[in-house]
């Protein structure tokens, strides 16, 4: 059974960049049938998928064209787990973010949800 | 921006049934599988239909689920206050690559 147990800090600065991790136990990050997601949820606007890291023959990634150029995912396999990098926050990436666990097309599995406020 | 669409607001006494559309594009629901999410509030959201009308072990079937082109619709029957809540559809976007969400659906229990 897959779990997922997000950290990382509830507070960051404009202009600076968040940063959360996700460790995976039940599954490896490597796995070939398996991808690994980012999600926020504000008020204002829903639910956002970020972006996705996965093994397949080798590593890839898919980002939210909203966010190109400021989100990096990646995966780490010694510890099992997976980051989120989103640079240059804006009091708009104020959110809960999520981790999960995508399989068979479907966000089976999340995380507990980290808040994450933007401000000075 | 969510690209697919949703009512804001639906809701129904206890036992009643309750639907909610999603309506997305050719290059979303018109072309991939549709997933629906429960996201009750201070919680993760949790993942209630996936390949358009499939319910993962232990969602009851008073859940059901169907896609029509470009469209899908979540139904809930027997209305519980239990399922007081907030509904997302979700589907790939092969245009955008990657997932898109709906605009949120919350069930009030009258």
């Known amino acids: 059974q897959v779990q997922l147990q997000q950290s990382g800090p509830g507070l960051v600065k404009p202009s600076q960049t968040l940063s959360l991790t996700c460790a995976i136990s039940?599954?490896?990050?490597?796995?070939?049938?398996?991808?690994w997601n980012w999600i926020r949820h504000s008020p204002s606007r829903g639910l956002e998928w970020l972006g996705r890291?996965?093994?397949?023959?080798?590593?890839?990634?898919n980002y939210a064209v909203s966010l190109k150029g400021r989100i990096t995912i990646n995966p780490d396999t010694s510890k099992n787990q997976f980051s989120l990098q989103l640079n240059s926050v804006t009091p708009e990436d104020t959110a809960v973010y999520y981790c999960a666990w995508e399989g068979s097309d479907a966000l089976n599995v999340w995380g507990q949800g980290t808040m994450v406020t933007v401000s000075s | 921006q969510s690209v697919l669409t949703q009512p804001p607001s639906a809701s129904g006494t206890p036992g009643q049934r309750v639907t909610i559309s999603c309506s997305g594009s050719s290059s979303n629901i018109g072309r991939n599988t549709v997933n629906w999410y429960q996201h009750l509030p201070g919680t993760a959201p949790k993942l209630l239909i996936y390949?358009?009308?499939q319910r993962p072990s232990g969602v009851p079937d008073r859940f059901s689920a169907s896609k029509s082109g470009t469209s899908a619709s979540l139904a809930i029957s027997g209305l519980q206050s239990e399922d007081e809540a907030d509904y997302y559809c979700?589907?790939?976007?092969?245009?955008?690559?990657?997932?898109?969400f709906g605009t949120g659906t919350k069930v009030t229990v009258l």
């Open positions: 979700s589907a790939w976007d092969g245009s955008l690559n990657g997932y898109v």
């Open positions: 890291t996965y093994y397949r023959s080798k590593w890839s990634n």
């Open positions: 390949n358009n009308n």
């Open positions: 039940g599954e490896s990050v490597s796995s070939k049938t398996a991808a």
